[in-house]
């Protein structure tokens, strides 16, 4: 017996240790949690996640389905009964063998004639009003112009449901159909249905009527996959089914249009009123209802000032004389100025720059080289300028939300570094400071400035496809070769490219973003500014709801301060009226940044400042926008891009109008008839920062000749002694990767020796890269 004593192993099974290893692959993460996902918190605030206890999850899906019920009492109570509000429907054909007319007529009259009641006369175009008595419902059907794109889009915008006609003897056409559906899915669409008017007169046989529905059905879910049944109007059942689902289901919400008030005007007319022409509109509040103080905006017409409200109360039996409740703005109402009254000093605005020269970089004619090393910081902006009134005070955002303590609040203070540019020394050549003189050149034929000024001339083919070539090479170039620009041997360096700088990084320089120069705009200083776009949409989108005057359901009647002539364009009872309410400084002009993502049926490269037309929440602009590279850059610099291609998501950045939603947005331009649009890309609002700044790279190139260790000899960058000595403090690198700096000019005819911390090969390419500011241009309302 041991001295420690006996003891018996509790098995004889002999388990083997398990492989120790810190890191777990894929598979065996996938098989621990399995499948589990752990509900997190809203608002994290920058710290690691909470896993959350078995208690607070309970305690959290008790809250989601709190605000599920309360979401679905509120619609209950909306539309319910038959004094609810009406449902809008927009019926739209995909193809041109089926009329929408016959499709309102096959749904509607059917269950009109059995409940014995006259039969609606459903006209092409138009906008019917009437009630459902067996489904106790009112509802509004719209049958928009099948020729205009934007009416179709302006229909479903406003609609609760859109009813889609599938024809089953007829493909749905790329160009028409497809497009459509993308256009409308991009722009928002609230309830989706599908239709089959035509089924089965065109395939008698059940066994061919099943395999033509599923090929449609798998159609139809490719662009809505939630919606799994196409109705057969033919048939009786079906017919009745659509029918209900139509008059008993509750629609979804478009979130841009439902933060704001509108509503589709069921009459309007022309007044005066002291001498002041006024439309009188009326209709029943729709989204987050409506206050006198706040803009209209009609589309395709303009913003205008609300006169007064007035509440028209629902009356009953007996009922006379009741007193109509009217709302008239105060002195906090917006004004239609779009821009910052020109009497503010901004220089007050600004206080005096900082900086310490012993750390500045070297200069050449006010130009900043190396400003990465630099120190010199603007000193902290104040809130407002001294002297401000209280309505000039308007333009400068309040960003801080009280009590926002779930919301992160951002710095600020702005590090941004800038140069001052002496205007004796800048002389620019406005033909020889892009990116690509050829593209510069060539580009006017295909983006004019103006963009319906002048009369449209058709070109002679050969014209057109020597146009086209040329223009598609240019393409080609700069997605192979992007930024790279070429002297030639009798043109100065110096002058051509006056107007670039030299800097070591991108990413990392300083760049001051309300620099003096000549190129800016002449309004920049006079734009809406907001430091936290965040938390200014927040706090705007939550004042509004809570100064709300008459919310969602009232009937009310508007006086607007507008020109009768808006109603010779518009016929409520032939197509739809809407107006929308415009949230706080949502009239203002600022620095707006779209993302932009190309169809992907739209083959052509997309070049930069091209005339497009943008439609984003209730508004329709014509911009040329720069595009610039999606990076997140601290410093907020960003690349400068002369195309978007296929494939690839940019940002697209013009002065227009503020929206304070993440409203999708989607880009036209001009089809090759008149008057007809061509969908070329869509994306999101991203938000409003005047701080982002677009930086136009060129890039010089030149040829090692002579190449000993990390000396080398270069050729073909400039083409004279002056410009070397002009740039020598700019860095130099490499295709392959390696940086080096000018040590000395050789000759007189652009040769110099240059050092590299590594050893070239005589395929490398030397380069040079100088960097420019693009100032973003001012957009215009679109009008029909």
């Known amino acids: 017996m041991a001295k420690g004593g006996h003891s018996h192993r509790s098995t004889l099974k002999n388990e083997h240790k398990p492989f120790k290893s810190k890191h777990a692959s894929k598979g065996q993460l996938k098989n621990l949690v399995k499948g589990k996902v752990e509900k997190s918190t809203g608002s994290t605030n920058n710290k690691a996640n909470k896993v959350l206890t078995k208690l607070e999850r309970k305690n959290l899906a008790k809250q989601l389905k709190g605000n599920k019920i309360l979401e679905t009492k509120i619609s209950r109570k909306l539309f319910e009964g038959s004094h609810g509000v009406e449902k809008i429907i927009t019926i739209i054909s995909l193809t041109n063998d089926i009329s929408p007319v016959d499709i309102a007529n096959q749904l509607f009259n059917t269950i009109l004639n059995q409940d014995e009641k006259k ?79 035509n089924l089965i007169t065109a395939y008698p046989k059940r066994n061919l009527q099943l395999d033509i529905r599923q090929s449609l059905q798998s159609f139809f879910t490719h662009f809505f996959p939630n919606d799994e049944k196409l109705f057969a109007l033919e048939s009786e059942s079906e017919n009745l089914n659509c029918l209900r689902t139509l008059c008993q289901k509750f629609p979804k919400s478009i979130t841009w249009r439902d933060t704001r008030g509108w509503l589709i005007a069921d009459s309007a007319i022309h007044s005066q009123e002291n001498g002041t022409d006024q439309i009188i509109i009326e209709g029943i509040v729709r989204g987050a209802g409506f206050n006198a103080n706040r803009l209209i905006h009609i589309p395709g017409q303009g913003d205008f000032q609300i006169n007064r409200i007035e509440k028209i109360p629902k009356l009953n039996r007996g009922d006379v004389d009741l007193d109509i409740p009217s709302y008239t703005p105060d002195e906090n109402q917006d004004t ?13 605005f600004e206080d005096e720059d900082i900086y310490d020269d012993d750390n500045i970089g070297i200069r050449m004619d006010g130009k900043n080289y190396f400003d990465d090393e630099g120190t010199r910081k603007i000193a902290n902006r104040t809130r407002l300028p001294k002297g401000t009134s209280e309505y000039q005070g308007r333009w400068f955002v309040d ?34 400071s892009s990116s690509s003189v050829k593209f510069a050149e060539t580009n006017t034929e295909y983006a004019p400035t103006e963009f319906d000024s002048e009369m449209h001339v058709d070109l002679s083919p050969e014209e057109e496809e020597a146009q086209l070539r040329r223009f598609r090479e240019i393409a080609r170039e700069d997605l192979e070769f992007p930024d790279e620009v070429e002297l030639l041997p009798n043109e100065s360096g110096k002058e051509r490219l006056s107007a670039f700088r030299g800097i070591k990084s991108l990413s990392n ?13 002449s309004i920049w200083n006079r734009l809406l500014r907001i430091s936290n776009y965040k938390i200014t949409k927040n706090k705007i989108n939550k004042d509004h709801i809570k100064n709300t005057q008459i919310p969602i359901g009232n009937k009310i009647r508007i006086y607007l301060n507008a ?10 009872s032939k197509e739809p009226f809407p107006i929308y309410e415009l949230l706080q400084h949502e009239h203002k002009l600022a620095v707006c940044n779209f993302s932009f993502e190309s169809w992907e049926d739209y083959e052509e490269p997309v070049p930069s400042r091209e005339t497009m037309i943008v439609q984003y929440g209730p508004r329709r602009q014509v911009i040329r926008p720069i595009f610039n590279q999606n990076s997140n850059n601290p410093n907020n610099v960003h690349k400068y891009e002369n195309f978007t291609h296929l494939g690839a998501s940019t940002i697209a950045t013009a002065i227009a109008p503020v929206l304070f939603n993440n409203a999708p947005i989607i880009y036209f331009k001009p089809g090759q008839t008149d008057g007809s649009l061509e969908f070329i890309g869509q994306g999101t609002f991203l938000n409003c920062d005047h701080t982002r700044i677009t930086a136009q ?55 110099f020796k240059a050092t ?29």
């Not at 239609?336 to 009497?343: I, S």
């Not at 020109?563 to 409520?572: D, G």
């Not at 083409?719 to 002009?726: A, G, L, T, V």
């Open 119 to 197: 039969p609606i006369d459903f006209t092409y175009p138009s906008v019917n009003s009437f009630t459902v008595d067996r489904f106790k419902s009112n509802v509004k059907v719209i049958i928009p112009n099948q020729d205009n794109f934007l009416k179709i889009l302006d229909a479903a915008k406003v609609s609760d449901f859109v009813l889609f006609g599938i024809s089953a003897t007829k493909e749905v056409e790329t160009e028409y159909g497809e497009q459509l559906l993308r256009s409308l899915t991009a722009q928002g669409i609230a309830s989706v249905i599908g239709v089959l008017p």
């Open 336 to 348: 239609l100025e779009d821009l910052n009254p020109e009497e503010i000093d901004m220089d007050d």
């Open 399 to 432: 960003d801080v939300l009280e009590g926002a303590s779930d919301i992160e609040s951002e710095d600020d203070d702005e590090d941004i570094i800038g140069q001052a540019e002496d205007e004796e020394d800048i002389q620019i050549d406005n033909e020889r």
């Open 509 to 521: 320089c300083d760049w001051d973003c309300d620099e003096e120069d000549i190129e800016s705009p």
């Open 563 to 572: 020109p009768s002539l808006i109603l010779e364009r518009f016929n409520p």
């Open 697 to 751: 790279r060129n890039v010089l190139t030149g040829h090692p000749v002579k190449i000993h260790k990390s000396v080398v000899t270069v050729r073909y960058m400039f083409f004279n002694s002056e410009d070397i000595h002009w740039f020598k403090a700019v860095p130099l690198f490499t295709k392959s990767g390696r940086s080096g700096f000018i040590k000395e000019s050789l000759g007189t005819h652009g040769y």
């Open 756 to 784: 590299f911390d590594g050893k070239l090969t005589s395929q490398d390419t030397v380069a040079m890269s100088l960097y420019k500011r693009v100032w973003p241009e001012i957009s215009s309302s679109w009008t029909e």
